[in-house]
């Protein structure tokens, strides 16, 4: 398995509270990935990394806000937490190709269970 | 964008049949398509993938073809068992550093 954890692994909060959760690698991979599982729609990406203070938005980035101040520490936050967000969070990790350029294989942490009253 | 569709939904095959999930996407640039395999409570995780400059790639009981003139893509399973049931999900590389997913198939296999 790649070195991912996520914390914490479940999470009840109430609407309005900040959230914030964490992925943590030791795999010293370039590329982070946040997503969100929801029934019906697979995964989604809210924001990715490419690089220590490096992010960028994804699909469904409202609301959404996210951090990396270390290679190993990926953050994501929700400012004010709505019953919408409710949902399964998953981190991934991936690594350059450098024959095919970008990134390919993403590696995923075990998720993070959030719901917000 | 690029845009992922995956069929079926569900899947219920007898133990011992083949299964066969397919997937369909919109961006012509896409070159490579991965198969991940979720289990319950767990994050997904590679099961194979191929590039488009092959057709197909096989690993033991698992194959996936690319048509990339359709620009569909599909994942065989063969001679299925108990362990084979979970979500499998596809998906195209799109851009240099993101995955566009296809929305799942629950995979069950009757004993």
């Known amino acids: 398995d790649a070195g991912i954890t996520q914390s914490p692994r479940h999470k009840v909060t109430e609407t309005g509270t900040p959230v914030t959760l964490r992925c943590h690698q030791t795999?010293?991979?370039?590329?982070m990935y946040w997503y969100r599982q929801d029934p019906g729609h697979g995964l989604r990406l809210i924001h990715y990394s490419y690089g220590v203070k490096d992010t960028d938005k994804g699909e469904v980035s409202d609301g959404y806000s996210v951090s990396r101040s270390k290679t190993e520490d990926f953050l994501l936050t929700l400012e004010s937490a709505t019953s919408s967000q409710t949902s399964v969070y998953f981190c991934?990790?991936?690594?350059?190709?450098?024959?095919?350029?970008?990134?390919?294989?993403?590696?995923f942490g075990p998720g993070t269970r959030l719901l917000v009253l | 964008g690029e845009n992922v569709e995956q069929h079926p939904s569900t899947l219920s095959v007898q133990e011992g049949d083949s299964a066969v999930i397919k997937c369909t996407y919109s961006d012509s640039a896409s070159n490579y398509f991965p198969w991940y395999k979720q289990e319950l409570g767990k994050g997904p995780q590679l099961i194979i993938d191929i590039r488009s400059n092959v057709g197909e790639k096989k690993d033991q009981r698992i194959a996936v073809t690319l048509n990339k003139t359709a620009k569909h893509f599909s994942l065989h399973i063969t001679e299925t068992q108990p362990e084979d049931s979970a979500v499998y999900f596809c998906?195209?590389?799109?851009?240099?550093?993101?995955?566009?997913w296809g929305a799942g198939t629950k995979l069950i296999i009757k004993p």
């Open positions: 991934a990790i991936s690594e350059s190709n450098p024959t095919s350029g970008g990134t390919e294989t993403q590696y």
């Open positions: 795999e010293n991979h370039r590329y």
């Open positions: 998906a195209a590389k799109w851009s240099n550093y993101q995955l566009i």
